[in-house]
């Protein structure tokens, strides 16, 4: 037994000064973990019994405000890297009466499961920088810039600078810019360069409309509207209103340290094969493309594509893909749903009750969660914070997965720079599947956020939890079964789940729809005319209905919990017709009959009989009534013959 507990992680506790209760035993019994005994001053009084814990093996330190201490201590002993886990701020500091241990050993085994390495990818900046804007504010941040930087500054105005010494001027209108840090395309009109020779003013070259150059920093000290939408996530681009000196010296600090090989991640993973955006011209779904904020997504083609250089990872495209195409990778859906279902779970084992979970980043929100602590009410204890890189890739899947998995509630705190209206519509859409509501916090201070928690009413889970396993569709559908007794939802019309509506009157069995369905969902039979549908496959892109000539789809938003949906019902079918020459089955017979109708003998292709009645076969039977008929159109002259080695040499001059 004892060579079992060494080879577990070891909790090491700290009461901070014995401002919150700790229960080893508990958290012990809940976690798996072999946990120290509770000290008061860690990182201070008892740094020595720190050290000691980092030379016995791998450690979890339950601190996360003195982390760079044991950092350092680690380093200096040579010791492996602790683990850190908050149960202070976010569990601890809390003026609710209920016991706390439950949330701890929730965050404890949550803050141990693996994360995944995020993909990512070299940036180089040189350090070219173009700085634009208002002439004097420019050129006194191009004097500071100068020694770090290579500078380029352009001026507007028509008063010409004194010379340069450390940085290059020109002068013109800024035309366009496209790009990110280290690649930067830019296009100018009236651009002009100081000409180096001469004495006396600076002169410039001749105005050249359309000229193109590139850097990798752009400084945008114009005060006008900036050159991208949503500048602050624009990697290399940077802005400061001009009349404001501490914004200026912090851009131009910024920009100081925009120089060497960067870290790029690569937020989102692109599966072409999996969108529905369009097919043959025909437009369909542009979820991503209308919520991109900065523009990192485009139409290309039948798919869109995805930037990673501009792309800032606010993971609103991969909570709105219906299906699946764009995923959110920094980490993975299923890391989420992993954290969702060990954090349930956990709280239950140890004997917790009705957990609630609250979402949110981890700068704004984790803060709120912070000054709650410190000088607040703290969170209550049935209340499970969780952090997430973006909150809008926490879309109505994970809200579902949440309550599948065992809480109660689900909240998200927002942040200043959230992207409410995806979160709004994830939020709804969630809360009409869970028929319980999802609540988006937006508190202006602390106070505020705790108060709001404190006095919402009573959570209540399921009495059998799910375990979120699957693709985002796969894991809504099964929480929505165990959340609902209902065997049909209705849905907001912007929902990716629904059904295909047909006109069987004026439907004509053309298999347009089939044809480009992106998903699958609408499929023909090889056997008989039958227009067939999986309802759980559909997207609701629309593209049926687009591309529909008859006009004769249209969608039902709307989730079906029965077995149904995944199989293939028929949503249309007729009588087939048979070859009036061999009885081969083909086409439908409405549509035969009615082009017969319209063709034979009023058509000049068809006004003879015979090849009206070709119109009535199927193609082995054409193509043979064809050949042997009086004008056969595959007929030939008769074939030349063969020409052999004699008849060249009798045409030979000399033979």
Not at 51 to 59: I, N, R
Not at 184 to 208: C, K, S, W
Not at 351 to 374: F, K, N, T, W
Not at 615 to 620: L, Y
């Amino acid at each position: 037994m004892s060579s079992q507990r060494d080879s577990r992680k070891q909790l090491i506790l700290c009461d901070c000064s014995g401002t919150q209760a700790l229960d080893p035993a508990a958290l012990e019994t809940a976690t798996g973990l072999g946990c120290s005994t509770v000290h008061t001053a860690l990182c201070t009084r008892e740094i020595d019994k720190a050290e000691s814990y980092l030379q016995d093996g791998t450690v979890v330190i339950a601190c996360k405000q003195q982390r760079h201490i044991f950092e350092e201590l680690a380093q200096q002993i040579q010791a492996d890297m602790p683990d850190f886990v908050d149960l202070r701020d976010r569990a601890g500091w809390s003026d609710d009466p209920a016991s706390k241990s439950p949330k701890m050993a929730a965050l404890a085994v949550e803050a141990l499961l693996p994360s995944p390495a995020p993909k990512v990818r070299d940036v180089i900046s040189q350090g070219t920088c173009l700085i634009f804007g208002q002439d004097d504010v420019c050129l006194e941040a191009a004097t500071q810039l100068s020694e770090t930087l290579s500078v380029t500054v352009l001026i507007t105005g028509d008063e010409p600078p004194e010379p340069p010494q450390d940085f290059d001027i020109i002068r013109g209108q800024l035309r366009g810019a496209t790009g990110s840090l280290g690649q930067f395309n830019l296009r100018f009109d009236a651009l002009q360069e100081i000409v180096p020779g001469g004495r006396g003013p600076v002169q410039f070259t001749t105005p050249q409309d359309g000229a193109r150059s590139t850097c990798d920093i752009l400084l945008d000290l114009s005060g006008q509207p900036p050159l991208f939408p949503a500048p602050e996530k624009r990697d290399g681009y940077l802005r400061a209103d001009p009349k404001h000196p501490p914004s200026v010296a912090r851009a131009i600090f910024d920009a100081a340290q925009m120089v060497g090989t960067f870290e790029k991640p690569l937020y989102v993973r692109m599966e072409p094969a999996l969108c529905a955006h369009s097919r043959a011209g025909k437009p369909a779904c542009s979820n991503c493309l209308n919520a991109c904020p900065t523009g990192a997504i485009t139409s290309a083609g039948d798919y869109v594509s995805v930037d990673p250089m501009i792309c800032a990872g606010c993971g609103a495209c991969a909570s709105l893909c219906p299906s699946g195409a764009i995923s959110y990778d920094a980490p993975p859906t299923d890391d989420a749903f992993r954290r969702l279902q060990t954090l349930a779970s956990t709280y239950r084992k140890a004997g917790g009750q009705s957990p609630r979970l609250l979402v949110h980043d981890a700068s704004h929100g984790a803060e709120m969660i912070r000054l709650a602590a410190r000088y607040g009410r703290g969170l209550p204890a049935d209340v499970i914070p969780l952090s997430v890189e973006a909150l809008a890739s926490f879309g109505h899947a994970e809200m579902l997965a949440a309550f599948g998995a065992g809480f109660g509630a689900v909240s998200l705190i927002l942040a200043p720079t959230s992207d409410r209206d995806t979160l709004t519509r994830e939020a709804e859409l969630a809360s009409v599947i869970a028929g319980r509501d999802v609540a988006l916090l937006d508190p202006a201070d602390p106070d505020v956020l705790t108060e709001t928690l404190y006095g919402a009413s009573e959570a209540a889970d399921i009495a059998t939890p799910i375990l979120p396993i699957g693709t985002r569709r796969q894991v809504a559908r099964t929480a929505a079964k165990t959340l609902r007794s209902d065997d049909l939802i209705p849905l907001p019309k912007t929902a990716p789940y629904g059904a295909v509506v047909v006109d069987t009157e004026a439907c004509t069995l053309c298999l347009a729809c089939v044809s480009l369905c992106p998903s699958g969902a609408l499929a023909d039979n090889e056997d008989l005319p039958q227009l067939r549908f999986q309802e759980d496959a559909c997207l609701q892109c629309g593209l049926c209905s687009n591309v529909c000539p008859e006009s004769a789809i249209t969608l039902e938003p709307r989730l079906n919990l029965t077995d149904a949906a995944l199989t293939q019902i028929v949503l249309n079918e007729e009588e087939p017709f048979a070859c009036v020459e061999c009885g081969a089955l083909f086409g439908v017979k409405s549509t035969i009959e009615k082009i017969s109708e319209k063709l034979a003998g009023s058509h000049a292709m068809f006004a003879n009989p015979e090849a009206a009645r070709m119109i009535q076969m199927c193609d082995n039977c054409r193509i043979q009534a064809q050949y042997h008929s009086e004008n056969n159109p595959f007929a030939g002259g008769e074939r030349p013959r063969v020409r052999t080695t004699d008849d060249y040499f009798s045409d030979r001059k000399d033979h």
